[in-house]
């Protein structure tokens, strides 16, 4: 009567499903790992078995007005001895090519309720896995050794052994342990956090992606957040710069090479 289309009276606008469920997955991983960029994100898509483009994940992406978390500059923990040998800097135009070529070590701050703690780890730089850490409310020489032997007893030895100039690595018996075993001891030069940046990024990822996201209320309630946030990073994180592929995956990868180059030669 009026000259309307009857169909246009129930008209529903159609949703388009598969945008819809590629945005769900976007924003799922966005939540789980706030720090992960485009690249990342599109990563653990291609993994969930999620088939879409880079520049699609980029432009859903900015539909959902998602952004990373910035990462936060790492606080020195740094209080070097005078009296203590100084060792120099041995990882400068160093080609790092297999796993237990290099591991390196550093001491951070974790704010708990009450006070700060400290938190101790040990990376091995060319598979960026995380191979021990301890958590202390003092940050001293056996915080530092703890850590040492449990991943000397957990793994190969390395050949090289990076610190800062920090009097817990400066002491005699941190030195004494890794020469006794032939290990090379390398320090960053004072000042110098670019030395250890390995072990840096990894402070980094760790405080941005989990650490900074809670509050903890005790030592033991931190320490099992820590234990599954390095669970996940060395098994399931992306890293970009081992061509999107997980830490410890790259770490046994090489570890069997070498030891078919051995068996071999």
């Known amino acids: 009567l009026l000259g309307i289309n009857r169909s246009g009276l ?3 606008p159609r ?4 945008k819809q469920t590629i945005k769900n ?15 990342k994100v599109h990563q653990q898509l291609l993994e969930d078995g999620v088939k879409v483009s880079l520049n699609t994940v980029a432009r859903y992406r900015k539909e959902l007005g998602l952004q ?3 990462a936060v500059k790492q606080v ?4 070097p001895i005078k009296e203590h040998k100084k060792y120099t800097y041995k990882l400068r135009g160093l080609n790092i090519s297999h796993a237990n070529h290099v591991w390196s070590t550093d001491i951070t701050y974790i704010k708990i ?3 700060m703690v400290y938190m101790a780890a040990i990376i091995d730089w060319h598979s960026k896995a995380l191979l021990s850490y301890k958590i ?5 020489s056996q915080l530092v050794m703890s850590v040492l032997n449990d991943a000397l007893e957990k793994y190969p030895h390395p050949e090289i052994f990076n610190t800062d100039q920090g009097s817990q690595y400066t002491s005699e018996i941190h030195t004494q342990r890794l020469k006794n075993l032939g290990i090379t001891i390398s320090m960053d030069g004072k000042g110098r956090a670019t030395g250890n940046i390995c072990i840096e990024c990894f402070w980094r990822s760790a405080k941005c992606e989990r650490i900074y996201l809670n509050e903890y209320q005790s030592i033991n309630e931190l320490t099992a957040d820590v234990d599954d946030y390095i669970e ?3 098994y399931k994180r992306f890293h970009e710069t081992l061509d999107y592929k997980k830490p410890m995956d790259v770490y046994q990868e090489s570890i069997k090479l070498n030891q078919e180059k051995k068996r071999i030669a």
């Open 76 to 79: 020195n923990t740094t209080i």
């Open 68 to 70: 990373a978390v910035l």
């Open 232 to 234: 996940f990073y060395n």
């Open 10 to 12: 129930y008209y529903k």
């Open 113 to 115: 309720a009450g006070g």
């Open 25 to 39: 997955h976007i924003t799922k991983a966005f939540e789980q790992i706030p720090i992960y960029g485009e690249k």
């Open 136 to 140: 202390s409310n003092t940050m001293d």
């Open 15 to 18: 949703v388009n499903h598969a």
